[in-house]
């Protein structure tokens, strides 16, 4: 597997627009970290910033584990808006795809998110969130492999 995303602990900067709807693009900046125990456990932080807008920041933490030579892996995820969430991986030879779900949701939300891989240094992310079967916002931003 070619993938430096998720696979490879290391800073990413990421960059780009926010969309909900019915509203306008907002734009949207942020950092993730990516870490790995000897035990094929990770863990990988982001928090996303949203400029020019009085919109809160969203954290994500994910702990997950991928066993060596596998494509899938499941993760838990805290969501500092969605709370508690499950969620699984596919690494697929250029795209590393996730789909998650919120525990316990009356609004049966759930989401997903596609990192297409350009080079080592940099992804190009897209995902969105759904309540029931409807898209209630979308978000694509670029991220660059930041110097240890």
Known sequence: MAHTFLLEPGRWRM??????????????????????????WFTMATKLIFIDSDRSDISFLYKGRLHDGERQYTFLLQHNLLGQVEGEGWIAQDTIVQRYWVLSDRQRRSGFETLHRINDDSYYLTSGILASHFLTSTMEASLERQPT
């Not at 627009?17 to 990516?34: A, D, F, H, Q, Y």
């Open 15 to 40: 960059q780009g627009s926010w969309l909900e709807r019915n509203g306008m693009p907002i734009s949207v900046k942020g950092m993730t970290l990516v870490a790995w125990n000897r035990d094929n």
